[in-house]
T-cell receptor, first 112, second 113 residues
């Protein structure tokens, strides 16, 4: 099925470890974003991209890196995991000019 | 509506009742508004949208109302069903630019059979 695919679905990291959350979409969408969702809070924007080779910071970018080498993929890298990064991470994409985003099913990350 | 601390506002209704979920947005320059539904363990899903030049839009069993004077958005669900139980988020997007939405904190809707 077409959509946004996130891997892994669950991950436990130790403090200081690094890892990459994968996000891929097969809808040829130009826009892609990463959000984190914490209990009782809405979605907060980490980084976003308006096309291959173009990325920008969102509301909470510290501790995360992104790159967009292809239209399809938008990985999120945690450089040195901290317990404050325990959260559920969502990747989303949309077509240029289309305000509605399609979300992946999320990655639940725990940092111990 | 807005939440305080870690607790989402919660709306409990009986199956068959109509539900109204409210949202206060912050940016008077926002041009486009969307309601998303998030079921437990899943990502948010688009429900309905409305542009700032409209004050009402209807979908299947859902209606969105926009009051720009007081920066208020509401989602009305008719004949609420147990499958409507979820967290509902409003999102606002400024005109032009990168179409990046800002999300509210969400409201939990619980439908009792």
């Amino acid at each position: 099925n077409a959509g946004v695919t996130q891997t892994p679905k669950f991950q436990v990291l130790k403090t200081g470890q690094s890892m990459t959350l994968q996000c891929a979409q097969d809808m040829n969408h130009e826009y892609m974003s990463w959000y984190r969702q914490d209990p009782g809070m809405g979605l907060r924007l980490i980084h976003y991209s308006v096309g291959a080779g173009i990325t920008d910071q969102g509301e909470v970018p510290n501790g995360y890196n992104v790159s967009r080498s292809t239209t399809e993929d938008f990985p999120l890298r945690l450089l040195s995991a901290a317990p404050s990064q325990t959260s559920v991470y969502f990747c989303a994409s949309s077509r240029q000019g289309d305000y509605g985003y399609t979300f992946g099913s999320g990655t639940r990350l725990t940092v111990v | 509506g807005e939440s305080v601390g870690l607790h989402l506002p919660t709306l409990s209704v009986q199956e068959g009742d109509n539900s109204i979920i409210n949202c206060a947005y912050s940016n008077s320059a926002s041009d486009y508004f969307i309601w998303y539904k998030q079921e437990s363990g899943k990502g948010p899903q688009f429900i309905i949208d409305i542009r700032s030049n409209m004050d009402k839009r209807q979908g299947q069993r859902v209606t969105v109302l926009l009051n720009k004077t007081v920066k208020h958005l509401s989602l009305q669900i008719a004949a609420t069903q147990p499958g409507d139980s979820a967290v509902y988020f409003c999102a606002e997007t400024p005109s032009g630019g990168s179409y990046i939405p800002t999300f509210g904190r969400g409201t939990s809707l619980i439908v009792h059979p």
